[in-house]
Every structure is written in C-alpha cells, then in structure tokens.
C-alpha cells in the first residue's frame, strides 16, 4: 500500500498563501492519481484536488483558482498551492498516494499520513 509523507501548513492570516508537500512511497500503478483531501471540523474528509499519472489535474472544490495541484517532474512529489485563503480552508490536510477512479468516482486507497492541520485566522 502507498504511504504517504506530508509537510507544510500551519496558521494563516486571510488572504495569504501556504503550500503543502507530498511524497508518496510509489507512483501509482496506471492512470490512478495521487491527491489531496480536507476534513474541516465536524465535517467528512473531502477529496480536493488529483494529479493523476498522465499529467491530469482536477481541483474539486469550490475554490475557484485558488488551489491548484502540482507535481514534481521525475519525482513522486505533489503540492497543493494554496491561496488567498480564507477561514472555511481551515482543515485537516491529507494526502493519498493511490487513487482510482470507478463507477462512483475517486476513491483514496492508499495509506494515510498523520495529515496537516492548516488554520486561516487573523
């Protein structure tokens, strides 16, 4: 199962920028993905962005331009670039090294890290 390492985050003042590191174990077999999720406080985890094998990217919250997904050329390494933060970006950040898309969608099935707490507060 792929593990993950994550790095970054922390506290925030509205409206500025943070960057949040990944490094998962493998690549994923195939055309999987590695992302990021969010859980915000009493709320379930959700999926924010992927970058899957073949250089595709997808942001699905509603952040607008916000957020974006990077990767490293060569390296297994994501980012998730985010700014102009505001309050409700307050979460728990995680990373998932493999996932896959089916019938129902992106599903995480790599290990998780310990996650990232970001907090966006004046």
């Known amino acids: 199962q792929v593990t993950v390492e994550e790095s970054g985050g922390g506290l925030a003042q509205p409206g500025s920028s943070l960057r949040l590191a990944c490094l998962p174990s493998?690549?994923?077999?195939?055309?999987?993905?590695r992302g990021w999720y969010r859980q915000c406080s009493g709320k379930k985890r959700e999926l924010v962005a992927t970058?899957?094998?073949?250089?595709?990217?997808y942001v699905y919250i509603d952040a607008g331009d916000r957020f974006a997904i990077s990767g490293d050329d060569g390296a297994n390494t994501i980012y998730l670039q985010m700014s102009d933060l505001k309050p409700e970006d307050t979460a728990m950040y995680y990373c998932?090294?493999?996932?896959?898309?089916?019938?129902?969608?992106?599903?995480?099935?790599?290990?998780w890290g310990q996650g990232i707490q970001v907090t966006v507060s004046s």
């Open positions: 493998t690549l994923p077999a195939g055309n999987r993905a």
């Open positions: 998932n090294g493999d996932i896959r898309f089916g019938p129902m969608g992106p599903k995480a099935f790599g290990s």
């Open positions: 970058l899957r094998n073949d250089g595709s990217k």
